[in-house]
């Protein structure tokens, strides 16, 4: 009886694409709904259409059983789709030989690859421990033979990795040929607002340099010391002060003319601390304040730089 879980493994279809997700442990008994075997998932390949040109192996295992592993391993490398595995936590054990299969592998920074010798529990005399100890050499030496396909070290150098019981990072993992690719996650909205500021704060202070810089014949040069750059970076952090400080028009209908119709006074703030000229303005907006840190941060890094 399968002890029922959350689902870890499935397998979709999309138009010329499949994915299959091993988000479990390899097994030649599904005794949980995250185990998979070689032959749930071998017939799962056989029945895909032939119009498929792309299978993709997403990969979260901590590995199982050495069988079964690589049937599938064999299963992917049969089929003749492309195979993008792709290691999405860790791909340990069996679980790296199936990351092998990919004609692309690919890895991301917050992944790892996980390799090491085949073992068993065993009991028996010293002749049973023996013959124990050399079946496992051959049957590591099947692993060997599967990685030995794609990595770019020798099988010496790999033997050396496993008897070690070796963690490999996704940049390991490019340098030595397990992986073809270390992909990142894409840039969210804020990073990519964050990188605009600071574009353009840098350009406001190159205008302000080209403005203030003396020109020696057909060509203007920069003469600009750090105090008068550090004065530059506070006049730029005063004036995004004072525009985003300052409140929108109203958009009241009127005769247009400012004096016949002049504007409601805006409610004054609690607690106010008017400076020596002037009034406070009303708070800026949440969406401003955010605007206005980001500026004020990239300002005060830029400045601590001078």
Known sequence: ??????????LTVGEKEASIYIYGDIVSWEWFESDVSSYTLAKEIEALSKDITAINVFINSYGGEVAEGLAIYNSLKRHP?????HCDGFACSIASVVFMAG????????????????WIFTIGDHNQLRKDADDMETITQASVNAYMEQVSITE?????????????????ALEKGFATEVVEPPA?????????LREQVAEAILQMKRASAPVKGPSAEIHIDGETLRQMFQQ???EILAELAEPDPPAE?????PLADPAPSPEPAPNPEPGPDDEPGPEPAPEQKNKLQSFIATLVAAERSV
């Open 81 to 85: 789709a492309k195979i993008r595995t």
């Open 188 to 196: 969210t909205v804020n990073v990519a607002a964050s990188l605009r």
């Open 1 to 10: 009886m399968k002890i029922k879980g959350k689902k870890y493994y499935s």
């Open 253 to 257: 209908p009127g005769t247009g003319d």
């Open 156 to 172: 010496e150098e790999l033997k050396a990795m496993l008897d070690a019981e070796t963690w490999l990072s996704a940049a390991d």
């Open 236 to 238: 730029v952090k005063a």
């Open 103 to 118: 004609d692309e592998r690919i890895m991301s920074n917050a992944s790892l690859l996980m390799i090491h010798n085949a």
